[in-house]
């Protein structure tokens, strides 16, 4: 679970989104151009497991599975909040927040 802002902070798969009215690389977007190899023009992007570094969750102390984030995703859930920036999402107060 994750904000609107941190959105853009994720990262993006080559493959194309099978369903076209909600894809980001279609060409009926504009996310992408014809003819365009993603696997060379999105090396930015690309997760590259030996240069990234997981943080730990600043709650639980388990490892991050997910690059520039500071939650772990149980947490984040538990608490409502963003799992990159601990933004508060949603109230909790009248939920029953587990992950079991």
């Not at 930015?44 to 240069?51: D, G, I, L």
Request: aromatic share 8%.
């Amino acid at each position: 679970m994750v904000c609107e802002k941190c959105e853009k902070k994720l990262g993006k798969v080559v493959t194309p989104d099978v369903w076209k009215s909600g894809a980001r690389n279609t060409v009926e977007g504009g996310g992408r151009k014809v003819g365009e190899n993603k696997a060379i023009s999105g090396n930015k992007s690309r997760f590259n497991p030996y240069t990234a570094k997981f943080e730990t969750c600043r709650i639980c102390r388990q490892k991050v599975h997910q690059v520039g984030s500071h939650y772990c995703q149980a947490c984040a859930y538990k608490k409502g909040i963003c799992a990159m920036c601990g933004k508060k999402l949603i109230d909790i107060k009248n939920y029953k927040q587990s992950s079991a």
